[in-house]
């Protein structure tokens, strides 16, 4: 019985660890395309106003 308590332990702290990672991937994702989107617009208005 220890042996399949520690495994679901251990099974059940890399379901959250994964977890973790992929919603660190989405919101760092979702970060960099607001940045991107930003850093493009400002490039825009300046292209603009410089003509």
Same mark, same amino acid.
């Given at each position: 019985? *220890?042996? %399949?308590?520690?495994?679901?332990?251990?099974?059940?702290? =890399?379901? *959250?660890?994964?977890? /973790?990672? /992929?919603? *660190? /991937? =989405? /919101?760092?994702?979702? %970060?960099?395309?607001?940045?991107?989107?930003?850093?493009?617009? +400002?490039?825009?208005? +300046?292209?603009?106003?410089?003509?």
């Amino acid at each position: 019985m *220890g042996f %399949l308590t520690a495994f679901l332990y251990y099974a059940c702290v =890399f379901v *959250g660890l994964v977890g /973790v990672a /992929v919603a *660190g /991937v =989405f /919101v760092g994702k979702k %970060l960099r395309d607001a940045k991107d989107a930003k850093n493009i617009k +400002e490039a825009e208005s +300046e292209t603009t106003i410089e003509q």
